[in-house]
C-alpha cells in the first residue's frame, strides 16, 4: 500500500524551529518529486516547498524562503521539511504528498497525501 | 509567481443538480493543471490532472477542461459524497492553488 505518514509537529514559540518529516512506504520513493503543503485553519491550501526525485531541484514559496529547508534521504525512503524562525502565521496542518509522475522534476499534480501533523506556534 | 482563482467561492446545489466550477490563471499555463477535492479534517484527494485525465478510481462524473488561462471542473450529476472543497493547482512554473470552491447543499 502507498502510503505517507508526517510527524514531529508540535507547539512552539515564535521564533523556534521544528523539523518535520514523512515516511513514505510502498513505492520508489526516489523516482517521484514531493511537496509540503500547509493548511491554516478554516482556511485554504498553501503550497510551502517541493523537491525533485534526485533531491537536485528545490521549488520554495516566498513564504519559505530562508526559514523552511526541505530536503529528502532516499535512502531512508524520508522527506523533511526543517523550519526556523517560527511565526504565530505559520500554525497550520503541514500536509506532504507525492507526485504523480515518474521522473526528475519538482512541480507536478500530488497524487498520495499523508494524514498530515499539526504545528502550533504560540508562547 | 502565477495566480490562480476559483469561481465561485461557494456554491449551493442539489442532488442531481449539474455543478461547475471555475478556475483562471494569471497566465498560461497550458493543461498543467489539477483538481482536487477535500472533505473536513482530511488531506486533499486528487481527482483530475493535465487539466482533463481523471484520477485512477474517481468517478466518470466528473470531468475537467481547459488550456491556457481559463479552466472548469464540472460534475455531471452531484452524489451525496460531493458536497466537500474544490480546489485547483497549477503546476506549470512552480506551484499554485487556488483559493477553494465549497459546494454546499442547497
Known amino acids: 500500500e502507498v502510503q505517507l505518514v508526517e510527524s514531529g509537529g508540535g507547539l512552539v514559540q515564535p521564533g523556534g524551529s521544528l523539523r518535520l518529516s514523512c515516511a513514505a512506504s510502498?513505492?520508489?520513493?526516489?523516482?517521484?518529486?514531493m511537496t509540503w503543503v500547509r493548511q491554516g485553519q478554516g482556511k485554504g491550501l498553501e503550497w510551502v516547498s517541493a523537491?525533485?526525485?534526485?533531491?537536485?531541484?528545490?521549488y520554495e514559496a516566498d513564504s519559505a524562503k530562508g526559514r523552511f529547508t526541505i530536503s529528502r534521504d532516499n535512502s531512508m525512503n524520508t522527506l523533511y521539511l526543517q523550519m526556523s524562525s517560527l511565526r504565530a502565521e505559520d500554525t497550520a496542518v503541514y500536509y506532504c504528498a507525492k507526485g504523480s509522475f515518474d521522473g526528475d522534476w519538482t512541480a507536478d499534480a500530488f497524487d498520495i497525501w499523508g494524514q498530515g501533523t499539526m504545528v502550533t506556534v504560540s508562547s | 509567481d502565477i495566480q490562480m482563482t476559483q469561481s465561485p467561492s461557494t456554491l449551493s446545489a442539489s442532488v442531481g443538480d449539474r455543478v461547475i466550477i471555475t478556475c483562471r490563471a494569471s497566465q498560461s499555463i497550458k493543461t498543467w493543471l489539477a483538481w482536487y477535492q477535500q472533505k473536513p479534517g482530511k488531506a486533499p484527494k486528487l481527482l483530475i490532472y493535465k487539466a482533463s485525465t481523471l484520477e485512477s478510481g474517481v468517478p466518470s462524473r466528473f470531468s475537467g477542461s481547459g488550456s491556457g488561462t481559463e479552466f472548469t471542473l464540472t460534475i455531471s450529476s452531484l452524489q451525496p459524497d460531493d458536497f466537500a472543497t474544490y480546489y485547483c493547482?497549477?503546476?506549470?512554473?512552480?506551484?499554485?492553488f487556488g483559493q477553494g470552491t465549497r459546494l454546499e447543499i442547497k
Open positions: 523537491i525533485s526525485g534526485s533531491g537536485r531541484h528545490i
Open positions: 510502498g513505492f520508489t520513493f526516489k523516482n517521484y518529486a
Open positions: 493547482q497549477q503546476y506549470n512554473s512552480m506551484i499554485t
